[in-house]
């Protein structure tokens, strides 16, 4: 385990494990209708492409950046989009990719710009929820954990863009913070 973590909170087996089961949700839900997946960057790579991996649909994916901090770019309402989706989304089925809901500013803004591109349907998949950090009334339709309000990083989440790489998610030492 690294040295700044206090201890790990979903394994690799645990994700893995996890990820096989809304993969299976997913394949039944879309019945092998082709579907168009965004990741939100950067934090959902990792569970994006492990997930990915295991539909049996026709899938098109593309990737957003978008934050409800700094300097204003395209505006969807309270979020800025750094990077829109090159694809064209109009009367597809949209999946969008989060690897962690926390207040949930930047997914409700998010839901209402691709309903504004008349997507076919959206559906939001995360793999971490964070429940009691709630600011916007949003909920994923699918969601691979809930999550206590703790610092986590790894499989894709960062402190200062550090730990992304982690192959498991785990709560990070509160010094290491704190001290920042
Ligand atoms: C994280 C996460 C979500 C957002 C969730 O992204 O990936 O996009 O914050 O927070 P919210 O529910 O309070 O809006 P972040 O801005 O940290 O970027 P990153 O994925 O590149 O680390």
């Known amino acids: 385990m690294h040295a700044d973590i206090e201890k790990i909170l979903l394994s690799e087996t645990q994700i893995a494990a996890r990820i096989t089961e809304l993969a299976c949700e997913l394949n039944n839900l879309y019945k092998g209708e082709a579907i168009c997946i965004v990741g939100v960057l950067k934090g959902s790579t990792m569970f994006m492409m492990d997930l990915i991996r295991k539909l049996d649909m026709p899938v098109k994916f593309d990737f957003m950046i978008a934050s409800s901090y700094g300097e204003r770019t395209i505006s969807a309402g309270c979020v800025n989009i750094y990077l829109d989706v090159r694809m064209d989304v109009t009367n597809e089925h949209v999946l969008l990719v989060e690897d962690i809901i ?44 809930k999550i206590p309000d703790q610092f986590v990083v790894g499989y894709g989440l960062d402190y200062a863009e550090k730990y992304r790489n982690l192959p498991y998610i785990g709560i990070l030492k509160d010094s290491v913070w704190q001290d920042n």
Not at 138 to 145: P, S, T
């Open 102 to 145: 926390d207040t949930g500013n930047t997914l409700s803004c998010l839901k209402e710009y691709f309903i504004s591109k008349q997507a076919k349907s959206f559906n939001i998949i995360t793999l971490l929820d964070k429940p009691e950090r709630r600011v916007k009334p949003i909920k994923a339709d699918y969601v691979g954990f």
